[in-house]
C-alpha cells in the first residue's frame, strides 16, 4: 500500500485534534444521545448491505430524546416506536404498571419481569418518569403556542470531476443524449418540519439529486422531487388522520409496509414487525410512499382504517399510443432523472391505491384483516424467463390478510396469512418464548409461493421480495453473567423456484453470533461473527448454469469508551473472507477510529473517523455506518486498497440556529480510476463535502 497519502492526511488530522484539545470542553449531552440514535441505527442496519433512509427511524428516536416518554401513561405503539425494547419486555412493563400502579422513580425498572442493567441504560436517553396529568388538555391554541417548528436546508458534492459533469463535443452530446448530464452536480435538500407533540405534524420536504436539472429544463418549477403532509392523532373518535404523502403499515408485512423495515440484526429477539398503522412520510425517497389521504377511526376496540393514494411513478417505457402509455417493462426506483432517457420514464404512468385494515384490540390478543388494491395506467409487460414467468404483469392487483398477535404465559405469538389476486399465497408465523429472566428465544417460519404477488409488501425474507422463499428463522438472548449478553441465531432458507442469481432451486443457511460486554457504564464492547453460505449460478454464460456454494464470513471486534463527558471513542477491526465454489479465497479488512468531542468554550462538537482497508476484490467489502448530519444517512462499502476519512463539525450559531459541516475523503492505493459509467472519476481519490443549516423558529 502506498502510505504517502495516508500519511498526509493523518498529520492533518492529528494536527486538528490537537487544536481540539487545548480548548475546554463543554458538554456531552447532544452529542451522547445522537451516539446513542446512530449505534441503534447501526445495529438494525447491520442486517442488508442496502444504503436505505432512516429518516422516520431517526425522527421517532430523536423525538423521544427531547421528549422522553413518560412510562407510567406510553402505549404499546409508543413502547414499539424506541425500537428496543422485545415484545416480553414490553408486556411486562404494561403489566407492572397496571398491577403495583404509577412508577416512583426511574429504579424501579430493575423491578420489571425481563429488564437487565443493559436493558436499562440503552433505553434511559428515552424515557422518563412522571405523574399522569389528566387535566391537561390538548387543545388547537396549544398546539398553535407551543408547536416546534424547524426548517433545515442541506447541500453537497463529490468535489473530484465525474465523467457525468465533464466537457464533451456537441456532436458527441448529440451523437448520444446520455452521455452527459444535464444538471450540475450539486444535490440539494430542503425541509420544513412542525410539530405539537406527537397530536400534530406538518411539513414538506424538497430534493435535487447530482445531476438533475434546477428551474431549469425538466424542473423549471424547482426541485425535482416535493413532498408534503398533514397528521393529526387522537383527535376525538379519529386516532389518526393524514392528508398529503403517508406510510401505512400493518400486519408483518406480507400486504402492507411500505417503508424500510429491520429483519435479521444483532437484536435477535426483534423478529416482529412493528405494524403503526397511517404515519406521515417526510423522507427523500421518491417511490416507498403513498400520496392521498387516510384515516383511522376508534370504536371500542376496533380501529378501522381506510385510505386512498394517486400518484404518477417511473417506469420503463415499451408502448405508447397517440402519446399515451400503453405497456410498460419494469417500475424505476431510483429516483434519478439526470439524463434524457430518465427524464422520459419520469411519472409516466399512473399508480392509484386503495386499501383499509380493520383490527380488534383485546387486552390479551390482536387480530387483523387488511386490504389493498392498486392499478397502473399501463400494463406491465415483462419478457417471459424462466425465473420471471410467475412475477406480477398487467395493469392491476389486490392482496388481502390476516394477522393475529396474542401472549400466552411467557409465549408471545404473532404472525400473518395473506393471498394475491392470482391465488399465491404467503404465510408467516412466529413465537418468543422467555424461558428464564436470562434467557429468551425466538421462532420465525415463513413460506411464500413462487406466484404471490405484493408490490407494497416488505415482510421478513433472505431475498427483496416476500415470494419464492421458505425459511426457519431460530433466535436466543442470554445474559449468562453479571456485564455479558450473548445473542445469536440461525436461519435456514429455500427458494423453490428459480431466481436471479440462481437456475435452479436453491437454499441457503446464515448464523449470526455476538457476545456484548459492558464492564462500567463508561465503557462497552462486542465481538461478533457472521457467516453465510447459499447457492448461486456458477458463471454468466447464457443458457442454465451449474449451481456452486458461496461463503461470506465476518468477524467484527469493536469497543466504545467514553474518556470523559466530553471525549467519546469507538474502535473497530474487521475481517471478511469470500469464496464461491472452488476458487480461492478472497480477503479483507477493516480498521477505523472514531473521536466524538465536544468543546466548553465555544457550541461547537466534532466527530472523525479515520479508516485503513484492504480488499482482494469487491466480493469482501465491508460495510460500516458513518455518522453524518442530521437526518442524513451513509453506510459505504469499503473495498480495494486505501484509507478514508471523515470529519463532522456541528456549530450553534445561535440557541435557535445550527450549522453542520461534513467533509470525507477516500484514497484508493492501487486504482487510477474510480466507478464507472457517469460517476467516474480520474483519479485514486473522491471527496465530498456536505453543509446543512437548521432553523428554530
Same mark, same amino acid.
Given at each position: 500500500m502506498d502510505f504517502k497519502k495516508p500519511y498526509t492526511q493523518l498529520k492533518t488530522i492529528l494536527f486538528f485534534i490537537l487544536i481540539l484539545f487545548s480548548i475546554d470542553a463543554f458538554t456531552q449531552?447532544?452529542? $451522547?444521545?445522537?451516539?446513542?440514535? +446512530?449505534?441503534?441505527?447501526?445495529?438494525?442496519?447491520?442486517?442488508?448491505?442496502?444504503?436505505?433512509?432512516?429518516?422516520?427511524?431517526? +425522527?421517532?428516536?430523536?423525538? =423521544?430524546?427531547?421528549?422522553?416518554?413518560?412510562?407510567?401513561?406510553?402505549? !404499546?405503539?409508543?413502547?414499539?416506536?424506541?425500537q428496543i425494547l422485545n415484545d416480553f419486555q414490553i408486556l411486562s412493563l404494561l403489566d407492572y404498571i397496571k398491577k403495583n400502579g404509577e412508577m416512583l422513580t426511574i429504579y424501579e425498572l430493575q423491578l420489571v419481569y425481563g429488564f437487565s442493567q443493559q436493558d436499562i441504560d440503552l433505553i434511559l436517553p428515552f424515557i422518563t418518569i412522571a405523574k399522569t396529568d389528566?387535566?391537561?388538555?390538548?387543545?388547537?391554541?396549544?398546539?398553535?403556542? @407551543? &408547536?416546534?417548528?424547524?426548517?433545515?436546508?442541506r447541500a453537497q458534492q463529490v468535489l473530484e470531476e465525474q465523467k457525468g459533469f465533464s466537457n464533451i463535443s456537441d456532436s458527441a452530446l448529440t451523437a448520444n443524449p446520455n452521455s452527459r448530464y444535464l444538471g450540475n452536480a450539486t444535490k440539494l435538500y430542503t425541509r420544513y418540519k412542525y410539530n405539537y407533540k406527537n397530536l400534530m405534524s406538518f411539513g414538506f420536504t424538497a430534493e435535487k439529486d447530482a445531476g438533475e436539472e434546477f428551474f431549469e429544463g425538466s424542473n423549471s418549477h424547482g426541485f425535482d422531487f416535493y413532498s408534503a403532509h398533514l397528521l393529526l392523532n387522537e383527535l376525538g373518535a379519529f386516532k389518526t388522520i393524514v392528508v &398529503?404523502?403517508?406510510?401505512?403499515?400493518?400486519?408483518?408485512?406480507?400486504?402492507?409496509?411500505?417503508?424500510?423495515?429491520?429483519?435479521?440484526?444483532?437484536?435477535v429477539l426483534n423478529i416482529r414487525k412493528r405494524a403503526q398503522g397511517l404515519s406521515k412520510y417526510s423522507s427523500a425517497n421518491e417511490n416507498e410512499f403513498m400520496r392521498g389521504a387516510g384515516t383511522t377511526?376508534?370504536?371500542?376496540?376496533?380501529?378501522?382504517?381506510?385510505?386512498?393514494?394517486? %400518484?404518477?411513478?417511473?417506469?420503463?417505457? !415499451?408502448?405508447?399510443?397517440?402519446?399515451?402509455?400503453?405497456?410498460?417493462?419494469? =417500475?424505476?426506483?431510483?429516483?434519478?432523472?439526470?439524463?434524457?432517457?430518465?427524464?422520459?420514464d419520469e411519472k409516466s404512468i399512473s399508480e392509484q391505491l386503495i386499501g383499509g385494515n380493520i383490527t380488534y384490540n383485546h387486552s390479551k390478543f390482536k387480530l387483523g384483516l387488511t386490504g389493498l388494491n392498486y392499478k397502473y395506467g399501463a400494463d406491465l409487460v415483462k419478457t417471459?424467463?424462466?425465473?420471471?414467468?410467475?412475477?406480477?404483469?398487467? /395493469?392491476?392487483?389486490?392482496?388481502? #390478510?390476516?394477522?393475529?398477535?396474542?401472549?400466552?404465559?411467557?409465549?408471545?405469538?404473532?404472525g400473518e396469512e395473506a393471498i394475491?389476486?392470482?391465488? &399465491?399465497?404467503?404465510?408467516?408465523?412466529?413465537?418468543?418464548?422467555?424461558?428464564?429472566?436470562?434467557?429468551?428465544?425466538?421462532?420465525?417460519?415463513?413460506?411464500?409461493?413462487k406466484n404471490y404477488q405484493s408490490n407494497y409488501g416488505n415482510a421478513f425474507a433472505e431475498s427483496s421480495k416476500a415470494n419464492n422463499e421458505s425459511g426457519l428463522y431460530f433466535g436466543i438472548e442470554v445474559y449468562p453473567i453479571k456485564h455479558w449478553k450473548i445473542s445469536a441465531y440461525y436461519d435456514t432458507y429455500k427458494f423453490p423456484w428459480l431466481s436471479n442469481s440462481a437456475d435452479a432451486p436453491s437454499e441457503g443457511v446464515d448464523y449470526f453470533a455476538q457476545a456484548d460486554f459492558n464492564p462500567i457504564r463508561s465503557v462497552?464492547?462486542?465481538?461478533?461473527?457472521?457467516?453465510?453460505?447459499?447457492?448461486?449460478?456458477?458463471? !454468466?454464460? +447464457?443458457?442454465?448454469? +451449474?449451481?456452486?456454494?458461496?461463503?461470506?464470513?465476518?468477524?467484527?471486534?469493536?469497543? #466504545?469508551?467514553?474518556?470523559?463527558?466530553?471525549?467519546?471513542? %469507538?474502535?473497530?477491526?474487521?475481517?471478511?473472507?469470500?469464496?464461491?465454489?472452488?476458487?480461492?479465497? $478472497? @480477503? &479483507?479488512?477493516?480498521? @477505523?477510529?472514531?473521536?466524538?468531542?465536544?468543546?466548553?468554550?465555544?457550541?461547537?462538537?466534532?466527530?472523525?473517523?479515520?479508516?485503513? =482497508?484492504?480488499?482482494? !476484490? @469487491? /466480493?469482501?467489502?465491508?460495510?460500516?455506518?458513518?455518522?453524518?448530519?442530521?437526518?442524513?444517512?451513509s453506510i459505504p462499502a469499503y473495498y480495494s486498497q486505501g484509507t478514508r476519512f471523515y470529519f463532522n463539525l456541528k456549530y450553534s450559531i445561535t440557541k435557535n440556529i445550527d450549522l453542520w459541516v461534513r467533509y470525507s475523503q477516500s484514497y484508493y492505493s492501487n486504482l487510477n480510476v474510480i466507478s464507472s459509467g457517469l460517476s467516474e472519476i480520474q483519479g485514486n481519490t473522491k471527496s465530498e463535502i456536505k453543509a446543512q443549516i437548521r432553523i428554530k423558529l
Amino acid at each position: 500500500m502506498d502510505f504517502k497519502k495516508p500519511y498526509t492526511q493523518l498529520k492533518t488530522i492529528l494536527f486538528f485534534i490537537l487544536i481540539l484539545f487545548s480548548i475546554d470542553a463543554f458538554t456531552q449531552d447532544v452529542q $451522547e444521545k445522537k451516539l446513542v440514535i +446512530e449505534d441503534l441505527i447501526e445495529n438494525i442496519a447491520s442486517g442488508t448491505d442496502i444504503e436505505l433512509d432512516y429518516t422516520s427511524l431517526y +425522527e421517532d428516536l430523536n423525538y =423521544f430524546l427531547n421528549n422522553p416518554l413518560n412510562l407510567n401513561n406510553a402505549t !404499546t405503539e409508543d413502547l414499539e416506536k424506541l425500537q428496543i425494547l422485545n415484545d416480553f419486555q414490553i408486556l411486562s412493563l404494561l403489566d407492572y404498571i397496571k398491577k403495583n400502579g404509577e412508577m416512583l422513580t426511574i429504579y424501579e425498572l430493575q423491578l420489571v419481569y425481563g429488564f437487565s442493567q443493559q436493558d436499562i441504560d440503552l433505553i434511559l436517553p428515552f424515557i422518563t418518569i412522571a405523574k399522569t396529568d389528566q387535566k391537561k388538555q390538548n387543545t388547537f391554541r396549544n398546539a398553535l403556542i @407551543y &408547536g416546534n417548528n424547524q426548517v433545515f436546508i442541506r447541500a453537497q458534492q463529490v468535489l473530484e470531476e465525474q465523467k457525468g459533469f465533464s466537457n464533451i463535443s456537441d456532436s458527441a452530446l448529440t451523437a448520444n443524449p446520455n452521455s452527459r448530464y444535464l444538471g450540475n452536480a450539486t444535490k440539494l435538500y430542503t425541509r420544513y418540519k412542525y410539530n405539537y407533540k406527537n397530536l400534530m405534524s406538518f411539513g414538506f420536504t424538497a430534493e435535487k439529486d447530482a445531476g438533475e436539472e434546477f428551474f431549469e429544463g425538466s424542473n423549471s418549477h424547482g426541485f425535482d422531487f416535493y413532498s408534503a403532509h398533514l397528521l393529526l392523532n387522537e383527535l376525538g373518535a379519529f386516532k389518526t388522520i393524514v392528508v &398529503g404523502d403517508f406510510q401505512a403499515k400493518f400486519g408483518q408485512g406480507l400486504v402492507l409496509l411500505s417503508d424500510l423495515s429491520s429483519g435479521k440484526s444483532s437484536y435477535v429477539l426483534n423478529i416482529r414487525k412493528r405494524a403503526q398503522g397511517l404515519s406521515k412520510y417526510s423522507s427523500a425517497n421518491e417511490n416507498e410512499f403513498m400520496r392521498g389521504a387516510g384515516t383511522t377511526v376508534r370504536f371500542k376496540n376496533f380501529d378501522i382504517t381506510a385510505f386512498a393514494s394517486y %400518484k404518477n411513478i417511473d417506469a420503463n417505457i !415499451t408502448d405508447s399510443i397517440d402519446d399515451e402509455v400503453a405497456a410498460i417493462s419494469a =417500475f424505476q426506483n431510483s429516483g434519478l432523472h439526470s439524463i434524457p432517457s430518465e427524464i422520459i420514464d419520469e411519472k409516466s404512468i399512473s399508480e392509484q391505491l386503495i386499501g383499509g385494515n380493520i383490527t380488534y384490540n383485546h387486552s390479551k390478543f390482536k387480530l387483523g384483516l387488511t386490504g389493498l388494491n392498486y392499478k397502473y395506467g399501463a400494463d406491465l409487460v415483462k419478457t417471459t424467463t424462466p425465473q420471471s414467468q410467475f412475477d406480477f404483469q398487467g /395493469n392491476q392487483n389486490s392482496n388481502i #390478510s390476516i394477522d393475529y398477535q396474542f401472549g400466552l404465559r411467557d409465549f408471545s405469538f404473532f404472525g400473518e396469512e395473506a393471498i394475491s389476486d392470482n391465488g &399465491g399465497l404467503a404465510f408467516l408465523n412466529g413465537m418468543l418464548v422467555s424461558i428464564a429472566p436470562q434467557v429468551s428465544l425466538s421462532v420465525l417460519h415463513r413460506h411464500y409461493e413462487k406466484n404471490y404477488q405484493s408490490n407494497y409488501g416488505n415482510a421478513f425474507a433472505e431475498s427483496s421480495k416476500a415470494n419464492n422463499e421458505s425459511g426457519l428463522y431460530f433466535g436466543i438472548e442470554v445474559y449468562p453473567i453479571k456485564h455479558w449478553k450473548i445473542s445469536a441465531y440461525y436461519d435456514t432458507y429455500k427458494f423453490p423456484w428459480l431466481s436471479n442469481s440462481a437456475d435452479a432451486p436453491s437454499e441457503g443457511v446464515d448464523y449470526f453470533a455476538q457476545a456484548d460486554f459492558n464492564p462500567i457504564r463508561s465503557v462497552s464492547m462486542y465481538f461478533r461473527v457472521k457467516y453465510e453460505e447459499k447457492q448461486v449460478n456458477q458463471s !454468466t454464460e +447464457e443458457g442454465l448454469k +451449474e449451481l456452486v456454494q458461496e461463503e461470506s464470513f465476518k468477524i467484527r471486534y469493536h469497543l #466504545s469508551y467514553n474518556l470523559s463527558k466530553q471525549l467519546s471513542l %469507538k474502535s473497530r477491526i474487521e475481517t471478511s473472507r469470500y469464496q464461491k465454489a472452488e476458487n480461492n479465497s $478472497e @480477503y &479483507g479488512y477493516l480498521v @477505523y477510529q472514531d473521536i466524538f468531542y465536544s468543546l466548553i468554550r465555544i457550541p461547537l462538537s466534532i466527530n472523525l473517523r479515520y479508516a485503513v =482497508f484492504d480488499t482482494d !476484490t @469487491y /466480493n469482501a467489502r465491508i460495510y460500516a455506518y458513518e455518522s453524518d448530519l442530521l437526518y442524513a444517512f451513509s453506510i459505504p462499502a469499503y473495498y480495494s486498497q486505501g484509507t478514508r476519512f471523515y470529519f463532522n463539525l456541528k456549530y450553534s450559531i445561535t440557541k435557535n440556529i445550527d450549522l453542520w459541516v461534513r467533509y470525507s475523503q477516500s484514497y484508493y492505493s492501487n486504482l487510477n480510476v474510480i466507478s464507472s459509467g457517469l460517476s467516474e472519476i480520474q483519479g485514486n481519490t473522491k471527496s465530498e463535502i456536505k453543509a446543512q443549516i437548521r432553523i428554530k423558529l
